[in-house]
């Protein structure tokens, strides 16, 4: 349904082919009080109208729909995560509060970079290999909240102490605000 323009303001309608509107001067004028309730009510018929059968519905991707053939679904391999047998115990720290800090989804940064901020530089290295292989291994990161947030169950292979306390870390007992990542400055501040 389009809007037809007539000297006396808008009304509904198809426009007419070849139907060109008035040229605007200058500067556009500005919206006269009964002219944006026309508009107002205009809109508000338009949301309330019934969607004519001759448009067709909006339809959206349901993803796990069986007439999806998902040829349109594009896979990009990752590398297979690598331990790292001789990175020193504080280039690992540090590659590890990076990469929990860099996630792509939101949740994860502020989970992560929390958890990272609060145990990291009391892990052992056998907990940071640990850590390491859990926030880098799985391809999906929505896996890793899941699995933090017990939404799903862990799979045996990450089922250790540091995805314990992960756990406990996303139950958040001090009802603490996580609303934002921690800033870095806690790395310069002098260990007590």
């Known amino acids: 349904m ?7 303001g808008f009304s509904g309608g198809g426009a007419e082919p070849g139907a060109r509107l008035p040229a605007a001067g200058p500067s ?7 002219l944006s309730r026309q508009l107002l009510s205009l809109s508000r018929r338009a949301l309330r109208a019934p969607r004519p059968s001759s448009l067709p519905a909006r339809r959206g991707c349901r ?20 331990e790292r047998p001789g990175e020193p115990l504080q280039a690992k720290r540090a590659r590890l509060l990076y990469e929990s800090r860099k996630r792509g989804m939101l949740e994860n940064c502020l989970l992560l970079s929390l958890f990272a901020k ?12 640990l850590y390491d292989r ?8 929505w896996d890793i909240y899941y699995w933090a947030t017990e939404a799903k169950p862990t799979p045996e292979v ?34 007590q």
């Open 2 to 8: 389009g809007l037809r323009v007539s000297g006396a």
């Open 28 to 34: 556009p004028a500005p919206l006269t009080r009964p």
């Open 63 to 82: 993803g796990g729909s069986p007439a999806d053939s998902r040829k349109d679904l594009l896979e990009i391999p990752l590398p297979p995560w690598q």
């Open 118 to 129: 609060e145990n990291l530089n009391s892990m052992t290295e056998r907990q940071l290999n």
């Open 134 to 141: 859990l926030i880098n291994e799985p391809s999906n990161d």
């Open 158 to 191: 990450f089922e250790n102490d540091v995805m314990v306390m992960l756990r406990e870390f996303t139950k958040n007992k001090n009802k603490e605000q996580r609303l934002r990542q921690p800033d870095l400055e806690y790395l310069f501040e002098p260990s």
